[in-house]
Antibody, heavy 121, light 107 residues
Framework: QVQLQESGPGLVKPSETLSLTCTVS????????WSWIRQPPGKGLEWIGN???????NYNPSLKSEVTMSIDMSKTQFSLQLSSVTAADTAIYYC???????????????WGQGTLVTVSS | DIQMTQSPSSLSASVGDRVTITCRAS??????LNWYQQKSGKAPKLLIY???SLQSGVPSRFSGTGSGTDFTLTISSLQPEDFATYYC?????????FGQGTKVQVK
């Protein structure tokens, strides 16, 4: 079965760029959308964006100017970059596979275990 | 943005209880509604998709109903492993949003 694993620095300085990678194993990345979701400590979930296996993306409008996603099918990885971070970006970052009909019926499954990123000087 | 409001925010229940959690959308979302369970320190896990479809491997004591703006997640007989936080999520709009969560605690 498909498994996802996030990796990247656990500490990022304010105004710098947060960079995370999600490695996919146990299945093909082809013809799927791949997503990033975050959760500030003790709070709810926020969808960040998706990237398709072709490289097309769509982002949460509230984060669009700071977010960049990329995909490397040869390494079975996709990545998130979030620029100009502040303390408000401190969160557990999850990667997940988007499933559904590709139109409006969409859900996230499976998820990675998550990685905590703290923004602090 | 479509706002998702869950009620209650928390509840206390005992093993064997029937538990109902409600999720209301700020505008109609048809059946584009999913439910997740999150245990402490773990990633969310998909329970129900498209309002009422049970994800493979999820116990049948979990069920989902609703369409339009009002949705319900029901646990027919609460088990010890069900104490967790539950989230709804809509995918009707291009900005996918989650409810704030409902924490199911031991009574």
């Amino acid at each position: 079965q498909v498994q996802l694993q996030e990796s990247g620095p656990g500490l990022v300085k304010p105004s710098e760029t947060l960079s995370l990678t999600c490695t996919v194993s146990g299945g093909s990345m082809n013809a799927y959308y791949w997503s990033w979701i975050r959760q500030p400590p003790g709070k709810g979930l926020e969808w960040i964006g998706n990237i398709y296996s072709s490289g097309s993306t769509n982002y949460n409008p509230s984060l669009k100017s700071e977010v960049t996603m990329s995909i490397d099918m040869s390494k079975t990885q996709f990545s998130l970059q979030l620029s100009s971070v502040t303390a408000a970006d401190t969160a557990i970052y999850y990667c997940a596979r988007r499933n559904g009909d590709g139109y409006k019926s969409n859900w996230f499954d499976p998820w990675g275990q998550g990685t905590l990123v703290t923004v602090s000087s | 943005d479509i706002q998702m409001t869950q009620s209650p925010s928390s509840l206390s229940a005992s093993v064997g209880d029937r538990v109902t959690i409600t999720c209301r959308a700020s505008q109609t979302i048809s059946s584009y509604l999913n439910w997740y369970q999150q245990k402490s320190g773990k990633a969310p896990k998909l329970l129900i998709y498209a309002a009422s479809s049970l994800q493979s491997g999820v116990p049948s004591r979990f069920s989902g109903t609703g369409s339009g703006t009002d949705f319900t997640l029901t646990i027919s007989s609460l088990q010890p492993e069900d104490f967790a936080t539950y989230y709804c999520q809509q995918s009707s709009s291009t900005l996918w949003t989650f409810g704030q969560g409902t924490k199911v605690q031991v009574k």
